[in-house]
């Protein structure tokens, strides 16, 4: 496994609050990193810098050894770099396909796509295999406004967008939050297929049982830092409770 | 809305069924809802990007001022005055809009402010430049275009219908369109994928600004002078019709093709109660509660899906 993506000393302020204060994180190609911590911690805030969001006030990111300026999301999009964030950035009034290619919309060709013109058949069936692939049940739903749709189906909308674009890495900020037993069963045998295929896959969660059962390797962050590393298999929920809140802070310093 | 349109064309034609249903009424009718629709358009799509322009009304007047004066200066009375005119009326429009887009984007003043602020300005501007007096050095191969036109309809009708149909279908399937709706549906998604949310309004205002100016130019071809304290009401009119047509004052939804039946309403509305002998103000009356209704009901509507 090669260091695909690493983060060094990230710093973010937000007025007088400090979200990250020096955090380092590294994602392998292949591998699972969960990526946990306290309500606060500052993982919200690590994805948002590491998608291109929010510029760092401080530290640098590497990408593949190269030291990178990501700048915008179209940045980070260029270097196959796609996000679920928590908020799952949809477009409520469209439905799952037309947010599937939001700002990467396909033209048609020819005179047609000088203008403009959207390939909207050609997104619709790319849209909807994708989803079909992905063993979701979206593709009943195809032109229903996301707004329309459960908590849990636009969930899957979100992830199966940003499966369908990340080449290189995939942040996933509590992607299983809003579903149900069975979807969040389906999204994690995704998760371990697009590791499979050699993405670096970012799984952000509260569910420990989850993040051991998913993970190869556990990131802890506390305070906007960095404090824990773990490799999955020989690590216990308690050790990671002790990472999160602190209690191990002496033994692991 | 469609339904509603309908009723008023029945109630009007039944009260004075020799005067409403008639075609020198129906071309009134549409002849004046033409300039409406032109800027109509231009709200649609301010208004499904969650934006609003108050300015419109004030724009056309500047517009028209402009145009009437320069081609009063170029004193020719042949199409290349006329042209000359529509070139700066445009202009004049795209100004005002590229100015309420660069404050709204570039200042982060709301838009309802920075358009209610050039409602004034333009308005005031273009009273300086006329000392308050109407312009009337309007060419008569102008005039002469507005009065004639294939299918008993005039040029200025056809250039509306134009409008809407180049307009609806930008909206309807292009790219521009696209994002039209992604930013007034979830402006920070559509940043996040790429969209340039600032450059895309501030082209949106300055399309409302620029159909405005088009507007300003039919209206110095129907009226052969510039009507500068006509156009006070407009804005209420157009946004009446664009929310009557379906888009949302919350933007992320909407059509021309709803605006088209919409702007009728209020036109229609206005022609029947002059026909009925009711005092005209009457229109402005029902037409601002018109808007009131029709906003609550947008509003009902997406409560209800939001709980859904
Ligand atoms: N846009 C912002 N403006 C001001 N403060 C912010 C902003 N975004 C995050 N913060 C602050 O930064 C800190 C870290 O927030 P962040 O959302 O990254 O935490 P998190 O680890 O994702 O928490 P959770 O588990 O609740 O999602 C918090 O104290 C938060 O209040
Ligand atoms: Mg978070």
Redesign the pocket.
């Known amino acids: 496994m090669s260091t695909l993506l690493e983060a060094s000393g990230i710093v973010k302020r937000y007025g007088h609050v400090t979200a990250l204060q020096g955090a380092d994180f590294s994602a392998n190609a292949g591998e699972v990193v969960a990526l946990i911590g306290d309500?606060g911690a500052g993982?919200?805030?690590l994805?948002k810098v590491l998608s291109g969001v929010v510029a760092p006030d401080e530290g640098t990111i590497q990408i593949k050894g190269n030291p990178v300026t990501l700048g915008s999301p179209l940045g980070a999009r260029a270097f196959g770099i796609e996000t679920v964030f928590?908020d799952l950035s949809l477009a409520p009034d469209l439905g799952p396909a037309e947010n599937a290619f939001v700002g990467r919309e396909l033209i048609k060709p020819g005179l047609l796509g000088w203008f403009g013109v959207l390939d909207s058949a050609k997104m619709r069936r790319q849209a909807a295999d994708a989803f079909m692939s992905m063993g979701t049940n979206l593709m009943t739903l195809l032109d229903e406004p996301v707004a329309t749709m459960s908590g849990g189906q636009r969930q899957s909308v979100a992830i199966c967008r940003s499966i369908m674009w990340a080449s290189e890495v995939l942040f996933l900020?509590?992607p299983t939050a809003a579903l149900g037993v069975v979807q969040t069963r389906n999204v994690l045998d995704l998760v371990r297929r697009v590791a499979d295929r050699g993405v670096a896959v970012v799984l952000?969660s509260h569910n420990m049982q989850q993040v051991l059962e998913v993970a190869n390797r556990i990131e802890v962050l506390r305070l906007g830092r960095r404090v824990a590393q773990f490799n999955a298999a020989g690590t216990n929920i308690e050790q990671l409770v002790g990472a999160m809140t602190g209690a191990l802070d002496r033994s692991a310093a | 809305m469609s339904a509603v349109l309908l009723f008023l064309v029945i109630v009007f034609s039944a009260i004075r069924p020799d005067a409403f249903p008639s075609l020198a009424n129906a071309q009134n009718v549409v002849m004046d809802a033409a300039a409406l629709l032109v800027m109509a358009v231009g709200m649609t799509y301010v208004m499904i990007a969650a934006g609003i322009d108050l300015s419109v009304g004030s724009v056309l007047v500047f517009a028209g001022v402009c145009s009437a004066k320069v081609m009063g200066a170029m004193g020719a009375d042949n199409w290349g005055t006329v042209l000359a005119g529509l070139v700066v009326a445009l202009a004049a429009g795209l100004a005002w809009g590229l100015f309420n887009g660069l404050c709204i984007t570039k200042l982060r003043v709301p838009a309802l402010i920075t358009t209610l602020g050039t409602l004034g300005a333009a308005l005031g501007a273009a009273n300086l430049v006329t000392h308050g007096n109407d312009v009337r050095t309007v060419p008569l191969t102008l005039i002469e275009f507005g009065v004639g036109g294939p299918l008993g309809l005039s040029w200025i009708v056809w250039v509306a219908i134009a409008v809407a149909i180049v307009g609806g279908l930008v909206l309807a399937r292009t790219r521009f369109g696209r994002h039209t709706y992604i930013i007034g549906s979830n402006a920070e998604a559509g940043r996040r994928a790429g969209i340039n949310v600032d450059n895309h309004l501030l082209k949106l205002y300055g399309l409302s600004g620029l159909l405005a100016g088009l507007a300003g130019w039919l209206s110095l071809a129907r009226f052969a002078t510039t009507t500068i304290a006509g156009h006070s009401t407009d804005v209420l009119a157009v946004i009446t019709g664009v929310v009557l047509g379906g888009t949302s004052l919350f933007g992320g939804f909407g059509t021309v093709g709803g605006t088209v039946i919409g702007i009728l309403i209020p036109t229609a509305l206005s022609n029947g109660f002059i026909i009925v002998n009711v005092e005209p103000f009457w229109q402005e009356v029902a037409t601002g509660f018109i808007l009131i209704a029709a906003v609550y009901v947008d509003q009902i509507k997406r409560r209800a899906r939001e709980r859904a």
């Open positions: 309500n993982k919200s805030t994805v928590q900020d509590e952000i």
